[in-house]
Nanobody
């Protein structure tokens, strides 16, 4: 059974930082493209960042220069370091794993950026 478990969400002031983590089980983690997506109230889920099995990264324009995605294949973990957070970053953040159409999601973790 595949499980993706996110952690690290919370409430932070504008300009602050948070680090999200996602630990996977039930998959051969190293071969999967891992990613973070987010969904704000009333909006569609959108890509935040992905990292390939070869460590190539891709970011949404809105987070470039502020967010960094990384992976640790030894720990089956993907992380998202979020700096200079803005109120518009408020959303539920979801971990995703994808390999040749095998697509899995975590349960999501809430990130709220507010003063």
């Amino acid at each position: 059974q595949v499980q993706l478990v996110e952690s690290g969400g919370g409430l932070v002031q504008p300009g602050g930082s948070l680090r999200l983590s996602c630990t996977a089980s039930g998959i051969i983690f190293s071969i999967y493209v891992m990613g973070w997506y987010r969904q704000a109230p009333g909006k569609q889920r959108e890509l935040v960042a992905t990292i390939s099995s070869g460590y190539s990264t891709n970011y949404a324009d809105s987070v470039k220069g502020r967010f960094t995605i990384s992976r640790d294949n030894a720990k089956n973990t993907v992380s998202l370091q979020m700096n200079s957070l803005k109120p518009e970053d408020t959303a539920v953040y979801y971990c995703n794993s994808n390999f040749r159409g095998n697509n899995y999601w975590g349960q999501g973790t809430q990130v709220t950026v507010s003063s």
